[in-house]
């Protein structure tokens, strides 16, 4: 019935919101990643 599950939640609002915070998620993991290598550096 659905589509690889892409279509399991057809909603805009909700699609709109979870990738944001996919984002968001990405984005904060990013910079604590670069965070620690500066951190690493000034020691």
């Known amino acids: 019935m659905n589509a690889g599950g892409i279509r399991l939640l057809p909603e805009p609002s909700f699609t709109n919101k979870t ?10 993991i990013y910079f604590l990643q670069n965070f620690k290598k500066k951190v690493d550096n000034w020691r």
């Open 19 to 28: 990738g944001i915070v996919l984002i968001k998620y990405i984005l904060w």
